[in-house]
């Protein structure tokens, strides 16, 4: 592969899904309802304040060898509908494979949960052996009747990148809503922090992330996190916003959706994809995807 596809890849797969490595073990991260309202106490004015035109707050940190950041948000539907749709590891695939890259998913069970496989490529068409696999662990930690934690890891990336991590937790709020807090990082090496910024000064040299740093948004590795942060974020809203259709016309609203709330945001997401690119490609892929799950014979 050459160079300069190897140095895409990786900026787009090995970030494709960031995840929490600070909490470390999965047994260390559960939480509780009353944890996670409280902290919706705590960010709510930034909410009810957000800039990005939705109840949102993103945040993120570089720190030794790692990335790991936070976003919060407040989901118009209520908690039962969003905790019966983001419970089941299959659904994710309906999730993950809405941004430009993510070309494939696949579960499976597994004894303690599930196991979730990403392909992940260029954000135009990308055969199935030219992208990056990644394989998670899925397992639903913590689920009560107003509270569901669920956690994703993933040990080894591309090009020396490690401990992927997902928490995502869910609770009940005020006005029907369901309080969502994403939380995300991962470990890299020397090889891949070369290779990441090669990629920032090139390529992904004009790129910023969301929150302010200074008088300019944040822009290097803490940019391409909040990037993927909120391209994934609003998968699961355009996900979430079309379970109310009928069944044959959710996949069709969840990409036109998906694809008009990343345009509000050019300076960040935008891409040099048409919207009728884009349908046809996702409309090939989830077709894939579809046939993939059909049992032998079935």
């Excluded at 995300?184 to 302010?212: C, I, R």
């Excluded at 990409?255 to 090939?284: C, H, I, T």
């Amino acid at each position: 592969m050459p160079v300069r596809d190897r140095i895409v890849l990786l900026a787009l797969a090995c970030l494709a899904w960031p995840a929490l490595a600070a909490i470390a073990p999965v047994e260390l991260a559960r939480g509780d309802a009353t944890q996670l309202r409280a902290r919706h106490e705590q960010v709510r004015g930034r909410l009810e304040k957000s800039p990005y035109g939705r109840p949102l707050t993103l945040d993120s940190r570089e720190l030794n060898r790692s990335l790991e950041g936070d976003a919060y948000a407040v989901v118009a539907a209520p908690f039962p509908k969003v905790d019966a749709a983001l419970s089941p590891a299959g659904n994710w695939c309906d999730v993950l494979m809405l941004p430009f890259n993510v070309k494939h998913c696949a579960t499976q069970p597994a004894r303690d949960g599930a196991k979730l496989s990403l392909f992940v490529g260029r954000k135009n068409d990308t055969p199935l052996d030219a992208a990056y696999r990644l394989d998670f662990d899925y397992r639903v930690v913590a689920r009560t009747p107003d509270y569901l934690q669920i956690v994703l890891t993933c040990g080894n990336g591309p090009l020396g990148t490690r401990d992927y991590r997902i928490v995502l937790e869910l609770t009940p709020v005020e006005g029907n809503r369901t309080f969502l807090h994403l939380a995300y990082a991962y470990g890299y090496g020397t090889l891949s922090k070369v290779a990441m910024q090669a990629y920032l000064s090139t390529l992904g040299a004009s790129k910023v992330g969301f929150t302010m740093d200074g008088s300019d948004l944040v822009h290097g590795m803490r940019g391409v996190m909040e990037r993927n942060t909120m391209r994934y974020y609003l998968a699961v809203d355009a996900y979430l916003a079309s379970l109310d259709g009928a069944p044959a016309e959710r996949t069709a609203k969840r990409l036109n959706d998906w694809f008009s709330a990343q345009a509000r945001y050019p300076r960040q997401l935008g891409e040099d994809v048409s919207r009728a690119d884009y349908l046809a490609m996702k409309q090939k892929e989830f077709a894939r995807v579809a046939s993939a799950r059909v049992p032998s014979g079935g």
